[in-house]
């Protein structure tokens, strides 16, 4: 297999009689450890021949046809790696799964650009400077810096283009516990509606705005307490920006703690019995503790759960207390 210079590899593949008749993209991604739309890219780029020849993804290979695959040198993320803590629930060859704990930023944004959970999970595992694109490598999906919780990050090509794939088709299973204002109406239910941008704070989501995208949400009843408070569980269907927060703050149930759509502390005042919970209450106390997906090499469904981080524990044990 072969050359390569500075700024490129290339590689010489030759078509064996099983691969006979299958498609030059397909039987690339059989034999080398890209996806298929990273391959087609190559194709489209010409950087791709067949005995010397470029060819379309859709041209069948022959026993003997001579393969050449120029691969371009993966552009510099300009990210730094960071030697942080990671909670790490299952790792390898493919996955990364961690358990974010509150307050840590996922990716590097405007006012946070170092110290984030991608920092360190450049500096764990290296290889994902060159899986997706530069900005968020290897990142397919993310969660707001005040909710904890389950993360998948991809490590090769393959498990990124299968986690992205998944995540567009709502195959994801994705399960949140959450702490919310006064009792639901029924044990269980659907928020179904818009989220997009909200039309004058432009810091927030919102139900009604100028321009929305489909949310699904289904909800249902873990456990109630005084307050009163209930403890909720969550399953979106669908992932847009702050989508549980400001549904739930829609239907009059604001997230315990989330000061930005209308849940924060200050509504402890009117609670006496509950005036306890305010030193412990610091952020939303929403937690993804139930990620389930289909393994991008072995095909078969794994999934994994987290336990409530400490803060959470802690207001959970106070509001058991009272019997």
Known sequence: MAGSTASSETLALTVAEPDA??????????????????FQKLLKAGLVTVNGRSRAASYRVRPGDGVMVIVPEPEVSELLPEPLPLDIVYEDRDLLVVNKPPGLVTHPAPGHRQGTLLNALLYHCPE????????????????DKDTSGL???????????????????????????????????????EILGEVGRHPTARQKMSVHPRRGRAAVTLWQVVKEF??????????????????????????????????????????????????????????????AWRLGLTHPRSKEPVSWEAPLPGDFQAVADFLESFG
């Open 21 to 38: 008749g299958a498609r030059l993209d397909r039987f690339l991604a059989r034999r080398l450890d890209f996806s298929r739309a990273r």
């Open 128 to 143: 994902l400077q060159e899986i997706g694109g530069v900005a968020r490598p290897g990142l397919v999906h993310r969660l």
């Open 151 to 189: 993360l998948v990050a991809a490590k090769t090509e393959l498990a990124q283009q299968s986690l992205v794939s998944q995540f567009q088709a709502r195959q994801v299973m994705k399960k949140y516990l959450a702490l919310v204002w006064g009792r639901l109406p029924e044990p269980e239910g």
């Open 226 to 287: 005084p307050g009163p408070l209930s403890l909720v569980e969550l399953e979106p269907k669908t992932g847009r920006t702050h989508q549980l927060r400001v549904q739930l703050a829609a239907l009059g149930h604001p997230v315990v703690g989330d000061a930005v759509y209308g849940g924060g502390v200050s509504r402890f005042q009117g609670h006496p019995r509950l005036a306890g919970l305010r030193p412990l209450v610091h952020r939303q106390l929403l937690h």
